[in-house]
């Protein structure tokens, strides 16, 4: 069951700098139940496309916004603001990159979770207090009822970070939406924060977006991926396709970067040469033409649409099309990757 | 905009298929405009202090050429032209001493230009060198240096500025002495907190890792780039020198005769709201206001283009 | 919390002490002594006089006296007025000088933070200029400047309001307005950078994406964190107010301690202008030690952790 359906969504941003075309005609969906990871460096869009499903960005800062973003059968485009704030916490509920700045600092953890409840329940402010303990209870706080009556500098990042896994929770959302939740966190953190998502979600049944740019992470969590460039998704599909068939060279580039047990001391640390178009320019072709080893003249002049690349698998690759030759790297690379291990994931990843 | 082309329509031919090395403008590299030029070029969108900037050059160079361009002294009196509203023989009026208003206003203009310029001159000069040493040298020094600074900083600078006059006398050098006596804390602590800042910056460490002595990076890293806001400050203490002097006229401690600023015109004005002849007053007081107002809005302005966060 | 207060108290006792001093060394800094100017009185009464008012003896004495009368709450004698005991003077302007500062405090504090929210609220756009242009013409003409602009135009010309004096409800009107308006626009000024910043800050928007209501995000988060910063400057725009309040009073004829304290410059009356200049340290001081127990207060910051971060 297809919970959100983002439908080629383009998106312009007004800065003191001119407009910045954040998206380019962004296409995803999250089923129920499901986590879907949205991979792509920073600047990619990733964050603008979220923050765009919850309506944050106020009215003078859109230049202009077409596409449809279809929730619960609504679109949530269309939606009038007060059904939109109802929506917000309750219905999809996201969790920021930094604890730290993401919770008032002059107000108690208690209440901003209390707050969150208040704002869609009719229950007493007790009763919210109450249950804001219980939900920092749930998400792995030890003595709850002390923390709940703490500042945010009083709590480490991770507690802090549960704290705000908590807020999120508190009306039972269908959809969770972790923008980089473990980015400003330490690696330890990390991994206990990721298991309270996953453990979560089986509990609650909801449907997770886990934003993140590193792909270690991915590949621990991720039912589903969608590699992000430029405002576009490139390349989308179940995560062991992603890993053992990836079908764009971006995808392939990220790949590359990861340094795996295997690598030797002596190997350099592969890089993707060049950097991210700027946003505020046009972009006629494929945005990643200039830093792709295997461009044809195609890539310049037209916009490559998605390609099938296998069942659920897309890739928005002109070597997809039938006219491209077929490449060695390409093979090389699928062939090396394959012959995955029994969790469906390619060989060499810890 | 983006050039699209509809998805399922596409079919290019099969030439464009073949493999093309990068065009030659692969690397997009954003060449970030010279630091100064970015400030100025964002100073310069801000009208309100191109205004100002404008009017700050207007005001000094009327001052400079503006008792000139009538054929009366500032002091001359003509007691038949007593009190004459402003016409076409005296553009600003008279007042009951038959002086030309205008005339006044001018030389008027370059005390009281003078007294806020040499002010803010002074307390900088106090300032940087107290602040710079204090940040600078840092430790014990620095604490009792800045104790001192929060304990004078405790005394209103009006306050201090009068019991300064009046231990020193009247004078046009005593005032700008009074003003200065305190008003370099202000600036102090500022430098004082840039030189603590930028000491900790990596460059200046690594600088003197390579053996550089202290003076020549304090005078050519740290002072540059400590300039900005210290050149803020220098241009907002233009409008509280003046408005001080202005203030200390009203008193009775502005500069003596026969010197007059536009304090004392204002306060010596003062009882023409009684008496009609408002255009003595109203002179005076405008510049006064509208010196304040441009180097306000100047200040402002300089103070936004070099705020590094590029927020409007 | 208590940490921090008592180390601000302190130093604020330790400011007054020298400010005092720093007083009193500038008044007997002055050439001549203050009969120097009564020709009429013979030399026996002018060694009488002086003698009166301790102004034989050394000058260590004389400060030794000075701060042990402080230390009573006695101000000592005028030189000049018909009322001979300062602290009696005092006590009869005092009240009027903080009735009409504290009009212009408040006229200042609902106004500016009222200006600086509507602006911040419509940023870059028509409430936005308004108010900011308001705010600028507020903090560069000068309060006495526009103290003369609001007598020519409601008092002689309209009429509707007393030219001076103090009486009604009425005089207050002109003073309070001429002395409230500068710190009213560099509040609204602060309120709207404040406001700025904390909009555009992150919890903000996680507020929002809780589902919070507009009115409860701008009131509860952004505008309860933003007038932090505009209590820390709450000590000293009430200095302004008062350094203001000497003019303002002496324009209107108010008989507070601030003209007052304008008259006995002008007279050099010696006694007068040291106190004058206590007094207001201590109120000054005092503000501040109560705006640093109010921002203490509702910092949390500084409530645990006693420090600011």
Redesign the interface.
Known sequence: MTLLEIDNL?L?LRT??GIV?AL??VTLHVDEGEMLAVVGESGCGKTVTM?TV?G?FSAREIA?RQGRIGFAGRDLLELPEDEM??????QI??V?Q?PM???????TIGHQIG??IL??RRVSRAAAMRQAVALLSQVGVPQPEMRAAQ?P??LSGGLRQRA?IA??L??GPRLLIADEPTTALDVTIQAQILALLRSLQRQYGMAIILVTHDLGVVAEMADRVAVMYAGRIVEEGPIDAIFSRPSHPYTWGLLECLPRLTTLRSQKLRTIE??P??LAG???GCAF??RCA??????????P??FDAGTKHQSAC?LL?P???PIAEATRLRQSASAPDEKGLPRGRA | MSVERAHETLDPPAEVFRPRAHGPAAKTVVVAPGRRREIVRRLGQNRLAVAGFWIIVALVFMAIIGPSLVPYAYDEQNLLEANEPPSGRHWFGTDDFGRDVFARTWTGARISLFVGFTAAFLDLVVGVVYGGISGYVGGTTDDVMMRVVDLLYGLPHLLSTVLFMVVLGPGLFTIIVAMVATGWLGMARLVRGQVLQLKELEYVQAAHALGIPSRRVLARHLIPNAMGPILVNLTLTVPAAIFTEAALSFLGLGVPLPLASWGTMTAQSLVTILTGDTWRLFFPAFFISLTMFAFNAFGDGLRDALDPRLRR | MTAYLARRFLLSLLTLWVIITLTFVLMHAIPGDPFMSEARISPQAMENLRRYYGLDRPLLVQYGRYLANLARGDLGRSLRSEVRDINQIIADGLPISALLGAEALIVAVLGGITLGVLAALGHNRVPDYLSMGTAIVGISVPGFILATLLIDVFAVRLGILPVATWGTWKHTVMPAFSLALAPLAYLARLTRSSMLEELGQDYVKAAVARGLSRPRVIVGHALRNALLPVITVLGPLTAGILTGSFIIEYIFGIPGIGKIFVLSISDRDYPLILSGAVVYSVLLLATNFLVDVAYSLVDPRIRVLGRAR
Do not use: I, K
């Not at chain 1, 704030?85 to 309750?90: A, I, N």
């Not at chain 1, 295997?294 to 916009?303: I, K, P, T």
């Open positions: 383009h312009g003191a700098d075309h380019h005609g923050q919850l944050l202009y704030r109802r929506l917000r916490g309750s509920a996201m920021f930094d700045t993401a919770l008032n600092p002059t107000l707050e969150a704002a869609h500042y500098f009083q705000v807020s999120a508190a009306c060049g950097a178009p700027d046009p972009l006629p033409a200039d295997h461009a044809m003249s195609v890539c310049w002049e037209y916009l649409p998605m002109w099309h006219h491209a030759a």
